[in-house]
């Protein structure tokens, strides 16, 4: 099982664009350490490596908007925040549990839901915003 990339999750922002393929493949690294049975060590390596890339690619993400005034900053922020702290619990519970079903459906709700519907819904919208005060 790996997370695919579709042409319909495409901004149309080369940085952001790039960036949430980046981060899909972050998130499969962390699938295919649990699927392998690497060690927890391992595992949460992975998974600390998805996590920070995720807080750099929001931090480029909010930058942006910030410089062309988008109107939702705020509310998309807190989307970011939401899902930062969900991967920060899903690294802590594989921390203490290891990888097991439960928290593999975890990630792949988080990236096939959560990410990539916020891809979908919110950062197609930030994409056309910067486009348009280029
Ligand atoms: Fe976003």
Request: aromatic share 8%.
């Amino acid at each position: 099982m790996a997370f695919k990339w579709k042409d319909s999750l495409t901004t149309g922002n080369t940085v952001i664009d790039n960036q949430h393929k980046e981060l899909v493949d972050a998130a499969n690294e962390l699938l295919k350490a649990c699927s392998e049975g690497k060690g927890r060590e391992e595992i949460v390596k992975t998974g600390r490596f998805l996590l920070n890339y995720t807080k750099k690619h929001f931090g480029d993400e909010e930058k942006l908007q910030m410089k062309s005034n988008y109107p939702d900053y705020n509310n998309h922020k807190k989307l970011h925040e939401f899902f930062v702290q969900e991967v920060k619990n899903l690294v802590s519970d594989l921390e203490t549990q290891g990888p097991n079903v439960a928290l593999v459906g975890r990630i792949n709700n988080l990236i096939s839901g959560w990410f990539f519907s916020h891809i979908s819904r919110e950062d197609v919208k930030v994409a056309a915003h910067v486009k348009s005060n280029s």
